[in-house]
């Protein structure tokens, strides 16, 4: 299962992790994360190649993503949005991804 984390502090996004594979297929075949991953490859990349956000922190590996950042004008739209499609994959596939948000 992927396990989806959005931190928030108040009404601000801090960043997200995600970890783990879906397993709703075999590798390469696997929709789930594939959606899942470039989803939160393109979240990421606008942060940090696209609005250039100075203090963006991204960690990758092998079925891991973690970025933080802080107090950047375009961190909370485009976190929103992210999480609203993270809900709208776990709605479609219950048993293969859990989205929560974390108060920090």
Do not use: R, W
Request: charged content about 25%.
């Amino acid at each position: 299962m992927i396990q989806v984390t959005f931190f928030k502090h108040l009404n601000d996004y801090k960043g997200f992790e995600f970890s783990g594979h879906s397993d709703f297929s075999e590798e390469g075949t696997d929709i789930v994360c594939a959606a899942v991953s470039s989803a939160s490859y393109l979240t990421a990349n606008n942060i940090t190649d696209f609005f250039k956000v100075k203090n963006a922190d991204v960690t990758v590996s092998d079925g891991y993503m973690k970025l933080t950042a802080e107090n950047d004008d375009c961190i909370n739209p485009l976190l929103d949005g992210l999480y609203a499609h993270m809900l709208q994959l776990q709605e479609q596939y219950k048993n293969d991804i859990k989205v929560k948000i974390t108060e920090v």
